[in-house]
């Protein structure tokens, strides 16, 4: 027989959250709906009474103590009113304490009462039904954390109410063991006897295979992810062979891609990537969902051309993602160029899920950026430099997409070279130097002093700064890098460099403790 801890873990039961009272001290024997509360004083011992009505407070009280004496299990309450501090309005600090002291349990559900009582009847009994419903409710799991073994041993625990752990069985102990992409998966469980032994037998099975990457075509997951992210930041002369184990690994170098990046500014850098990785795995969810069953990763499609009416049909669009540089990527690829529709509507989905995340996630201030399609191992590069450059900063939309005929988007395929990345980096050495909160606002004045043909007073206008401040930082620059302003050509080489880098490389606009735009300096 179960407590209710375990009790709560169980299939159907979900929905059922614990209110007070200890959670394992009696083990449950039975269930019953009772309409009447004043009946509970002659209910079996280890019974979950089901009150079928709302019991005001006062009589809630009367009804918790009848149900200790019993020696109920549990009490559920259905119908009450949720009050500020999360407890329903009727659970009295009276009630509390008779709950603690009488040990019983006292929950709250709502929904399917009649389900509930089967849930809790099949979790009692440990029948062949139980079991069955655990190994359906871990392939549900499961499978949609495929390739992370972390999660899916989280996921499986949960299933069968055990704890399931990354290791090899020992003694009295269930195990499981499948071939990953990093070495053997191990997965070990407390084994448990009759139909909850069959059932952990079978949920550590299908668990291991899916740790191993098996939940897509025995495919591994997160090692693709790992891959992409791999390719995105590793040097240009390394792509090819990185291309090479990305087609092993089913992920589609070759095609159409369009990249979306996800930063989340109203996290501090410590929570971002935990944050990011749940956001990951529910913008896949969401984004494979839309795009239909072929959109996951390993399905493989027949090449079409979009039609002049609407992009490619949505089960040629695969999804993929990483987490690289604190935000994440996620990777619409194509078959064949998705054209201006498939670009509209790459920025409808972006849209779309971010609405969806920024309503679960609110705190996390999620902003997204979408690059153009490009082609093959460099074009995912391509697009993800886009869609950095394209992340919206500071108020207005979350949305937004590159600019696919501006200046930025010749800058940037300038930039994606690593010769280019390294003429930059040599003639900029000495202000990058400074830091990041140091060399963005030399740089930017830089910027707007060449942009505005060495005009302190326009540079000064468009930067919302004193023109000393511009011409404290400008000879700032020129003391740090040697460069004389005067030289055309140096002029131009220093004018790209702010311009590619800061396009590459956004950040938000230097302001005072205030918020308001850089104040005047001396700097």
Known sequence: MANILELLSSPGLEAVRPLVGPLDAVEVTGVRLEPRPDRLAAIPAGTVAVLLAPVPGHLLDVAVRDAAAAGAAALVLTGVTEAPHGLPAEVTATARALAERGRVAVLYAEGDLAALVVAVERAVAGSAADALARVAAAAREVTAVAGDPDRVAAAAGRALGVPVELRAAGPGEEGAAAAGPDGEI???????????????????????LAAAGGGHGDVPVRSRGRLLAELLVAPQDQAARLA???RALALPVDGWHIALRVEAGGLDASNRPKALDAVMSQALTLLRTWDGPAAGPGTTTTPSAPSASSPQSADSVQWNAALVDDALVLLSTWPADPGTNGRRATLARARRVVDRLAGLRPEAGLRCGVGSPHRGPLGIRTSAREARAA?????????????????????????????AREAVTELLAPVLALGPERAEPLLRTLQGY????????????????????????????????????????????????CRAGLSAHPTEPATTAGGTPDAPTTQ
């Open 186 to 208: 191990r997965l070990a469980a407390q084994a448990r006897p009759g139909h909850a032994g069959t059932a952990v037998r079978s949920v550590l099975a299908l668990a291991a």
């Open 244 to 246: 090479s184990r990305g």
């Open 391 to 419: 992340v919206p900063r500071g108020a207005g939309a979350a949305v937004a997409a590159h600019d696919a005929v501006g200046l930025d988007r010749m800058l940037l395929e300038w930039y994606a070279s690593d010769t």
């Open 450 to 497: 060449l942009d505005h043909n060495n005009s302190p007073a326009r540079a000064a206008d468009a930067l919302h700064l004193h023109r000393n401040a511009v011409g404290a930082r400008i000879r700032k620059v020129v003391q740090l890098t040697g460069a004389d302003l005067n030289e055309p050509d140096v002029r131009l080489a220093l004018q790209l460099a």
